[in-house]
């Protein structure tokens, strides 16, 4: 890998970090049922962990209810128990072959809750970019050791790399501010 490879390849790889915390963030929603809302409940299916979407349709009732329909029998159960334990603090309903999933008015404490996952996708979104910003700089110490490039080459490469970090952490940070502040405002 040469020198432009790698910023470019960090950089490509930050910008997907942040596209994806903008998903995870507009999932987390203010107190409308939204059906993208269970897209990170996983369930067990003959032994491999799936979202709830590959193995029911989850669909909108109206704007508090989200009805979810297990293909197969059997997973009315396992299907209601993640949604359970999953960290989005609702109470889905059995009713023999589907599963309603009332949406909660925000109360205080909900919001406060919600604004935890948010910070929680924060965070993980930054430590994904800290993880690319270590990748790109040990491939810059490869090519140093290899000497393809020079050490000031490398320092000046690590600095833009740093940059580059640095921003897209900001950005991150706006994010997450941003969110808070709407599930936040009543």
Do not use: C, F
């Given at each position: ?131 690319l910003r270590r990748e790109a700089n040990e491939g810059l110490k490869r090519l140093v050791k290899d000497?393809?490039i020079s050490e000031d080459d490398e320092r000046r490469a690590q600095d833009e790399v740093q940059k ?22 009543v």
């Amino acid at each position: 890998m040469s020198l432009a490879e790698i910023k470019k390849s960090a950089e490509s790889r930050m910008t997907k970090s942040l596209e994806t915390l903008k998903v995870n963030l507009s999932k987390i929603r203010t107190g409308r049922a939204h059906a993208g809302i269970l897209d990170h409940v996983t369930v067990d299916y003959y032994g491999s962990p799936v979202p709830v979407s590959q193995v029911a349709n989850v669909n909108l009732i109206d704007a508090r209810t989200i009805n979810v329909q297990p293909w197969e029998k059997k997973m009315v159960a396992i299907v209601e128990k993640a949604i359970r334990d999953s960290d989005l603090g609702l109470n889905p309903q059995s009713m023999g072959e589907t599963i309603r999933v009332p949406m909660p008015a925000l109360t205080e404490e909900r919001r406060r809750d919600l604004t935890k996952v948010v910070r929680g996708e924060g965070e993980d979104a930054k430590i994904a970019v800290r993880n690319l910003r270590r990748e790109a700089n040990e491939g810059l110490k490869r090519l140093v050791k290899d000497k393809e490039i020079s050490e000031d080459d490398e320092r000046r490469a690590q600095d833009e790399v740093q940059k580059l970090t640095d921003r897209n952490v900001a950005e991150i940070d706006k994010l997450v501010a941003q969110k808070e502040a709407e599930i936040m405002t009543v």
